[in-house]
């Protein structure tokens, strides 16, 4: 399971090594100047938007990876039963990023203190 670190000046998903494996990528840094909304979503699976490239989504279960829309590309961790933790950026490679989490109030009220 991924795991959400900040500084002062940043926020990173640490992810494990199956999920940089089946995501095709590594951790993600974001600067928290880069974090314009922190919005919680009650379904994470349901909730990405787009077509996924790279990544892997097994249907129901586990969407790991980026997916990408006209909005732009957004980073997705996410898994069955779990609510969502979504960050609109600017000013960064990424649109957004959407985080699935046990306790995703929890988790947007951290980022938002943070920020």
């Known amino acids: 399971m991924s795991v959400v670190s900040m500084t002062?000046?940043?926020?990173?998903?640490e992810?494990?090594?199956?999920?940089?494996?089946?995501?095709?990528?590594g951790d993600v840094t974001i600067p928290l100047t880069s974090i314009?909304?922190?919005?919680?979503v009650p379904n994470a699976l349901a909730a990405a938007r787009?077509?996924?490239a790279p990544g892997l989504a097994l249907p129901g279960l586990r969407k790991i990876g980026t997916w990408r829309s006209r909005a732009g590309a957004e980073f997705v961790?996410?898994?069955r039963g779990q609510a969502?933790?979504?960050?609109?950026?600017t000013g960064?490679?990424?649109a957004s990023v959407l985080l699935g989490d046990?306790?995703?109030?929890?988790?947007?009220?951290?980022i938002e203190a943070a920020r």
């Open 36 to 40: 314009a909304s922190v919005d919680v």
């Open 84 to 89: 969502g933790v979504r960050l609109t950026l």
């Open 77 to 79: 961790v996410a898994s």
């Open 15 to 25: 992810l494990t090594a199956r999920e940089k494996l089946a995501g095709l990528r």
């Open 92 to 94: 960064h490679r990424l």
């Open 8 to 13: 002062p000046s940043t926020l990173t998903v």
């Open 50 to 52: 787009g077509l996924r």
């Open 102 to 110: 046990d306790d995703a109030a929890a988790l947007a009220q951290r």
